[in-house]
């Protein structure tokens, strides 16, 4: 590995609360036999999947060090503007007899999982009649992966409708409808 990506990990790992890590690689097999999967596992206790071969390896963990250093610089700005928007979703709520919500924070970072996938995925805490959750969906995640938080509660300004698998929502969040009892859009 070349020190510029070993430079690179390292950031990373302590940028996500991590202290050591280690190169992980996989054989693929079927339509990819003959390639690598790489990945880094954190603390040997998070695996994450970084990329097939080597060759952007480094270009995804300093993609990601972006990401983390942008939600830092733009964190009570993106909280601001959900909380607004939570306001909207809490009145048409409230109009169907569903319950508020209530936006406690927003993080990238769930140290508490050691499923790669969830460990750094965008989330915003919430707290619907009384359970407190890490709510995400793919769209939410982007926005704030990508910087693109205004497109994300534009689309929230159409007509509410409920998330897929959904059958009996009890709030709205960024104009769709959800289940708190369920945890399907849930950080596990």
Known sequence: MKTSTTIAVTEFVRLVG?????????RCTGKW????????LIDNRVKRYVSNGMTGFEKRVREWIGTIKTFRTKKAEYLQKIRGQA???????????????????????????????????????LEVDGRQFKHSTTNFAIAIEDDCLDTWLGKAK?????????ETPDYIFGGVRFDSRNGMYCIR
């Open 33 to 40: 036999r003959g390639t690598t999967d790489y990945g880094i």
């Open 158 to 166: 159409i007509p509410v409708w409920t998330a897929a698998g959904v």
């Open 87 to 125: 306001q909207r979703d809490n009145a048409s709520a409230q109009a169907e007899g569903l319950n508020s919500v209530q936006v406690l924070d927003i993080g990238i970072i769930s140290p508490e999982t050691t499923n790669g996938y969830f460990f750094f995925l965008p989330y915003a805490l």
């Open 18 to 26: 991590g202290t050591t890590w280690t190169r992980t690689e996989s």
